[in-house]
């Protein structure tokens, strides 16, 4: 009386993914995921192949995640003719030479933040890709989050009325034991660039920085006679937009008590929302109205109707960190299947690049002392779109 | 340069699952998802068979989850050699005729809440089942969500004292809107089985029940020519609790504004916690200390040395409402692979029984206006545990 | 270069006060406060007698609080032609016999909550107060904070739609500690008629109680061999409104953690509002509206347009818990003044008793384990009004 | 029967005060309140005289608060022998010159904030007050409510450990709309100075400032033809403490929906501490200790061994906005009748100095987009204490 089940016919997007760690973990998860969440669909990632540098591991992942292939050669991965997109989820410092690699075999690119440790590394990628006519994600996965979206979709439709001010902070505290290992690339880095991204993705681009740098833990590690490599622990900024509306912009590793809270509040001229990371599924919302009502309002962003929710659960069945990641990559794999734009939902190495490049006038503005110009967006190049193995 | 991936010789556990619509979502979710998450691990679910009335898309779901083969035949499923554990997600109505069958044929069994619509058919459920010597969960998602679970493990610990009263609600607005389609089975059936067994695994067995049950709406909706069936939209309770303790428990589907609202506050003679499944990582606890500093803390339970959470993700990266699930599903199914017991973490029959049993003490309490004792427990019978399968 | 401060020539409205405890600070502070804060106004009370029981303490109350004379003798009070408004502010059991004087001599009214210590009582003083034509007085001053005046002109306006269930809660854990004095009068009579209170304000009144009384702490310390006369610590009880609408009430004064929690849900069938007194200032309210943004907000009832809030600061700053005293009883001799009337945003003797029938009904309630109806309102007698001093 | 209520003979302290409006309201509420509220006490405040510019006004104020005399001539009330406080309660333009006089005058000083509208003009204040050795007080009120208090007291006794960050900001919105009156000293002047005070008395001297000032609205207002005088309506600061910590300030009169949001973070290296103006009884606070439980406590601080709480009411019975100009007045009484310090826990002119000195650092960088040191505190004039009428 079985029948046995016909085979999912949906074209294939063969990944092929650079990394087995914590990030890893959370794109093998989204590829995983997408096929059932994302249904029916025009597409399924397939895990292809997976790379990394310690064999050991890469073995045990490509086992535990289910890819069909396994090397510790980067360059076996990116040269695959069979792999449609290069998923790099690996080390920071791994980011630049195989996206690179990948982009010049012709691969979609995805590539986890920070995109590269210098602006200059993130303009080459950029420009790389564009020219190359790729589509390229860089994972800013918490424009993902449907509280995020919706923000997003208020300010656009002019809901908020014009954007006046706004407040961005990513607060942790994993650096304030001297015993815990810090984030190696420094807080600026390795969340800086997730706030800034934020700021950019909900206010418009940063024409203007006064930042102020600090390393108080990490001092008091030098002092012990340990070599850290980590230079910033907390970066504080009084920005301008290009809009001319004001903001600050902080991110710390040292702030006791606080787990992953990536928080904002953005005051329009006829109303303002904020956030919380630590409480991803509500956005509070304010609209100017009946006076006697006035007052933030807890929108649990989880129904039907509400943006990256529908594919979801149930009315209010609360969603994780995780399905930022796994929205989001949704979301590059359809660009990449039917050719429609990452942005502006999705961050693109662009993005990549101009978040770089605030960190980095924020850096120079700490050293200085004084205000620092965002650099100008890179030129656009012309783009030579890849003949694409999925357009057949 | 490549290895192909060795295959994952962890011993695969048949799944037969009944169901494809939300919970069949759900569950499949769990069952893809826990191969990877609970790594490395003695077994692995394998999705064989499943099974739903309407062959499309009973169909639909063999492709769209991976099951191997489909039939609209429960019966195949429940008689299929391969089969190691029958998963009953399917709707209210049948979760009692398949489930026996399944116990009959010696599979181990997990059934949707609530376990069947009368206490009379949970017996039989429980009684087969013990008798029969299978595993068996009641699937109480809600316990396996870390922050409920560290409430449990404090109050077991005797952290917070005596416990001497507490209050469970949940509250949703679903029902609220005539033209919106309500529970099928009433309110106390859909979500308060749900905050019965919080109250029980919390807080211990419920002695005695005052209930007042009403329904705004659906007399309404009567008046308005309309059947519903449905005749319960509130449930109401004051209840005793066997150690002496009081509280307060109810469900409600008109709760306007309320999405989701699976809430409880227990009190102890040294602490307390209270926790919101609408904030479901937060746990808010209190413990006697230095008086200045008096106050609930919100802990978020998502750190790696926190129950359950420590196989996910990093520090404070929020889990959602489909983790109680997954947790849940890899409790039972290490339970099946190893012999120990589902029960106290996890819900079995018996537990389900107790629910059905509290409901009914209730309904005849607001029928008769009198404090009702809950019925006794059934006696366990002799266990005759099944020739595993598994076992070899 | 001076002038003089003319007069204050409004009309006075001497007090005659008993207790010059907790409630005679409370009262004391109104009184004084109310002069230039309630600016301009037809009358200004004068702190003109005070009594109690206590020689020296009754004596240093009159000059700490600016009482013109004071006795021990309350009599000399309630007969002193010069008083206008006799207000007991004393203990629980001093309720009933000086205000029948009081209101024998023609004295409009205000006493302290409970009203009196049995229905019985409070019938006898409601009775005679209305046979009198004398304004009276129950002080449930959380009628007078504005967050609860807002809640209830929106239920009046129909804001929320048809109230279709509602939830009542006063926690304190005054009584947890075995060594502290738990109240006297017991949980019910202390704290319960507040709450109780609270749900006649919001909801109306309340048809059938069914409840469930324990004190597990008051056992213990009677294992001791200490007798305190409290027989109640927790009082919970499943209601039905003479609406048809359920609700939850209890009190308890052993929920370890909460300091003064008074609160509630309301929810209609277009909206809902929930409040708690441990944020007193702050009301949040749901209404249906554009279901993307759908969620209780925070509003801050202390803007010049909010109702009982205009007369005291700027915006949003805060009111305490005083302030409902302070409006209560400007409310109270505003209509002492001017003959307006009591109810309904004050709680008269009627309210009192009604308060202490719910109580009743819950204690036999809990005594038989039978839904208990509610005892029938009191028939009100023919006024007769008193000949006011005040009118001349 | 009576007794007559013999009089208070405690100390009066006689108050001389200008201004009728807001501010002289709230200080003559707790002229009249701290009578009995800080009871038993050595001294009780006398409302002697009040000026004020226009007569109608100043002579209604008088009766309205109880002043036994009034003047339009602020110099009458500077001169009167009989007054030994002089409380600067006007309008932020007549701050200094009367203040002055009454410096010379040897009265003791209460100013409102900002105590001037320049450094310059603040100096002159503090010297004059120093070298004539009369008690000063600048008006932070925010310092006097017990959850600051609190705070002050953790940090004091390191129960945070070293302090490592701290964001402060004071958000309104009463600029947004270009209808309402704005703050016509502007943002930083009305609001700046209260929330630079409230960083200086948590964390310490701020060495540096790089900030963004900008105008949106006051803009808009001036396109339209309105002339404001309004320059400033945000400051958004990032700068750095004395000790070395970052910190982030921002003070906005046009964040839509925030009423008055006084709020703040402290990190420091074993705990933090935060606080919101909205919600003023609470204090959140996290220490680290069994890691299970980690999280911020919501501390309601209104208990009777809490700092300030002991004098008010039971246990959480919430204080106000104005119980901190209370306890602040009362404070600063007691410094005058007993010779006590008013620092640390009150602001002195010193205070009210150093605020502006940070505002004016502010204005410099924004002007220049450089980081600007503030300036050096003023060298402290030998104190040439006034002999003091109190002291007979």
């Given amino acids: ?71 510790t050669d980067w360059r076996t991965v990116v040269e695959d003719d069979e792999i449609d997109v290069f998923d790099n989820a690996g080390p920071d410092a791994m980011h630049v030479e195989p996206t690179l690699a990948a982009i010049d075999a012709g691969k979609h ?72 290992s810090p984030w190696t690339a420094g807080t600026l880095n390795a ?11 909900l206010v418009g681009e940063i024409a203007r920085v006064s930042a102020v740098i600090t390393s108080p833990v990490s001092d008091r590690r030098a002092e012990r006679g340990i070599e850290t490599g980590v230079r910033m622990d907390t970066v504080a900024m009084a920005v301008e937009f290009d809009s001319g509306a004001p903001g600050l912009i902080d991110a710390s590793s040292i702030a006791t008590g606080r787990k992953n809270q990536l928080a904002w509040e953005i005051n329009g001229s006829r109303g303002s929302v904020a956030w919380d990371l630590e409480d991803l599924n509500v956005l509070r919302v304010m609209r100017r109205g009946d006076r006697r009502l006035d007052g933030f309002a807890e929108v649990i962003v989880c129904e039907p109707w ?26 590059f794999l359809d660009a990449v299947a039917t050719g429609s734009p990452v942005a502006p939902y999705g961050a693109t190495f662009h993005d990549g690049l101009r978040a770089a490049q605030v960190s980095e006038a924020a850096v120079e503005s700490a050293r200085t002392g004084r205000r620092i110009e965002v650099a100008a967006p890179a030129a656009v190049p012309a783009a030579v779109p890849v003949t694409q193995a999925l357009s057949a």
Same sequence: chains 1, 2, 3, 4.
């Fill in 191 to 201: 969340i800086g660039c997730h706030v800034i991204d934020q700021a950019r993705f």
């Fill in 109 to 180: 690119v995805a590539c986890e933040k920070p995109l590269a440790l210098s602006a200059a590394d993130c303009e080459r990628l950029y420009v790389a890709a564009e020219r190359r006519g790729v589509k390229h994600l860089a994972c800013f996965n918490y424009r993902f989050l449907p509280a995020v979206r919706l923000a997003r979709e208020l300010i656009d439709a002019g809901d908020l009325g014009e954007i006046r001010e706004a407040r961005f902070r990513y607060s942790q505290e994993r650096g304030g034991d001297p015993e815990v």
């Fill in 1 to 71: 009386m079985y029948e046995t089940t016909p085979p999912d016919d949906r074209r294939p997007l063969r990944i092929g993914m650079l990394g087995y760690a914590g990030m890893g973990k959370a794109h093998s998860n989204a590829y995983r995921t997408i096929p059932y969440i994302f249904w029916p669909g025009a597409f399924r990632p397939e895990l292809t192949a997976i790379t990394g540098r310690t064999e050991a591991k890469v073995r045990e992942a490509a086992i535990r995640y289910g890819f069909q292939r396994y090397t």
């Fill in 306 to 331: 509400h943006p990256l929710a529908g594919v979801w659960w149930d009315t209010a069945h609360l969603l994780g960190w995780e399905h930022g990641h796994i929205n989001m990559l949704a979301h």
